[in-house]
């Protein structure tokens, strides 16, 4: 069989895991990649191989692409896949899906009309960690959620503001949203708070530097989940589980550097990992393409996540008021 022709817009921090992962498998040709910072993308076709180009949507015109990755920051959604859409190409997307709901509502949509095959990169549930606490909590289910992102300020320029990331609660927390989901099931309802505080160091910045969500499940478990981006460094990433005699405890240190900590009556048990989230969710993706499997991700199930994160961005706008996550996401498809 012919490899697969696949291209990348955004040549970043992340499409560099993704290139270098696709670059690796042998069923794969990087044919063309495009970052708006020309340098940026010849530096990757020189590392990955292809064409590259300073206009994504100019690339997806000229190439033949069995798949696109779309890799570019939260505001840069929308043209892109509805291109890709256009030319009936299969979209891996990086999260989130877009700054707010309703373009990724829309965007869902399209997808769901034109029956292509998606994933999203929620890359937490490709570590088999990840696959392991979801066999435990299938036994015995989660009551309570205990969740904190964290961390420092991200250094790259469009990630401090709201117009260019949608915050930490849309950019970064959602994966440990995504998490919760798996592990625990459909989030009925948020309630968030947050501040701003005035930073010296980051001129411009108007992204909540803490906020605090508390979520209800439909199963009945309850939540809170804690961010903030104002320390020097990553202090912690990570989701805890109480079920009744068990304490679960997923965490990352690094893309690379996940843990789980299993505490029950025989005492505690940790499992560390190194493998790579973004090559295995790839690798999913791909096997999909070609037949074998299903992608981790699908659009419309990133959708369900985006929407929680987007309805507790509401709550903490609106002081806290509680968002009922359908109701959030039904009128956001009517918006
Ligand atoms: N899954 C993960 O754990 C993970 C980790 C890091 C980043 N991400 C996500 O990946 C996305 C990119 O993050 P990053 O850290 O790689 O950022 P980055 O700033 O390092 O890279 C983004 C690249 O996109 C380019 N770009 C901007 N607008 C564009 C446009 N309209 N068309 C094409 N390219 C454009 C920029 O020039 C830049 O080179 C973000 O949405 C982020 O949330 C996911």
């Known amino acids: 069989m012919s490899p697969l022709r696949v291209g990348c817009v955004g040549t970043g921090f992340i499409a560099g895991r993704h290139l270098a992962a696709l ?12 970052d708006p ?13 292809g064409r590259a180009y300073a206009d994504g949507l100019e690339m997806l015109a000229a190439e033949d692409l069995d798949a696109v990755w779309l890799c570019v920051p939260p505001f840069a959604h929308g043209p892109l896949e509805d291109a890709a859409v256009d030319r009936g190409l299969p979209v891996f997307v990086e999260k989130p899906l877009a700054l707010d709901l309703p373009p990724a509502v829309r965007l869902a949509e399209r997808v769901r009309q034109s029956g292509l095959l998606t994933a999203v990169g929620y890359h937490w549930r490709a570590l088999t960690v990840v696959q392991q606490a979801r066999r435990i909590v299938q036994e015995t289910p989660a009551q309570l959620v205990t969740g904190a992102w964290l961390d420092r300020t991200p250094a790259v320029p469009w990630w401090s503001q709201r117009t260019g990331s949608g915050g930490q ?6 994966h440990l949203v995504d998490l919760a989901r798996l592990l625990v099931g459909e989030v009925e309802s948020v309630q968030a708070l947050e501040t701003t505080s005035p930073r010296s160091g980051w001129p411009g910045a108007d992204v909540p530097t803490a906020s605090a969500v508390l979520l209800r499940f439909r ?29 679960l405890d997923v965490s990352e240190r690094a893309l690379s550097d996940h843990e789980l900590r299993l505490v029950d009556a025989d005492g505690e048990q940790v499992v560390q990992t190194d493998e790579d989230p973004i090559a295995c969710e790839d690798r999913a993706f791909l096997d999909a393409l070609a037949g074998r499997g299903e992608a981790l991700v699908p659009y419309a199930e990133a959708l369900r996540t985006h929407a929680v994160v987007c309805a507790a961005d509401a709550s ?3 002081a806290g008021t509680r968002v009922d996550v359908d109701a959030f ?4 498809a009517g918006a």
């Open 23 to 34: 670059h690796g498998f042998p069923d794969v040709t990087v044919v063309a990649v495009a």
């Open 219 to 247: 199963s009945g478990a309850v939540g809170t989940i804690s961010s903030s981006c104002v320390l020097e460094r990553r202090s912690r990433v990570g989701l805890q589980l109480t079920l009744e005699g068990r304490l």
């Open 169 to 174: 609660l849309v950019e970064q927390t959602t």
């Open 329 to 332: 996401l039904a009128s956001a």
């Open 37 to 49: 910072v020309r340098e940026r993308a010849e530096q990757a076709a020189a590392r990955c191989g």
């Open 316 to 318: 903490a706008r609106s």
